[in-house]
């Protein structure tokens, strides 16, 4: 993780599990004694953003971003202008999560002069259980929609492939198959395989990319 840019733009399909990596990432984070901003830049889902966990995740030092109205239901597509300050503070590192779909992903387009290549990462979280992306060639559709759209590249791959609290290595395996054939499709590196804790350790230790244990912070208890 220390090695990923300062500036980290975490992008995907609908539902891919993009905030649930985000925030863990953001955690593990500050749990290194970084000065982290975690930038919730969803305006077209109303459900599930990092926002609704804004009082936790600022209890551990996060700052928390999201829109300027103070109300986490409300379907306001509006964003702060405080996102400016991780993007310019290179005191911050900066986790921003990014609506889904190339409709989510054009909101990173008001930030173009801070996407410089070579000093962010934009990484593709991948759920091969989605039926739009449970191919490569599919996934690799979705990815140049995302890229187009934010005038930004992907630097990497993310297999997060689950089925919430009931995913089973097979469905992590089943994930990687398809994210080594992007990654070849498009030369894009696996950079995580992003996994809940419980079935990480049975994951085999050959896999292309970094085991990443994930909590389901998103999802309460009652939930599936």
Known sequence: MLNDKRLRFIVGHYASGKTEFSI????????????????????????????????????????????????????????????????????????????GDPDGARALGRYKDYIVEGDYDMFYVLNANRPETQTAEKAVEYLRKIEDTARARVTGLINNTHMLKSTTVEDVLKGQEVALEVSKMTNIPIKYISVIEKIAKDLPDNLEGEVFPITLYMREDWMI
């Open 24 to 99: 863990n990432y953001a955690i593990k984070l500050v749990e290194m004694g970084k000065k982290v901003a975690l930038v919730d830049l969803d305006v077209v889902n109303l459900y599930f953003r990092s926002r609704e966990k804004k009082e936790f995740l600022e209890k551990l030092g996060i700052k928390v971003i999201a829109s300027s109205v103070n109300a986490s239901a409300v379907d306001i597509p509006a964003i702060s202008a405080e996102v400016f300050t991780p993007m310019q503070d290179t005191s911050y590192e900066a986790v921003i999560d990014v609506g």
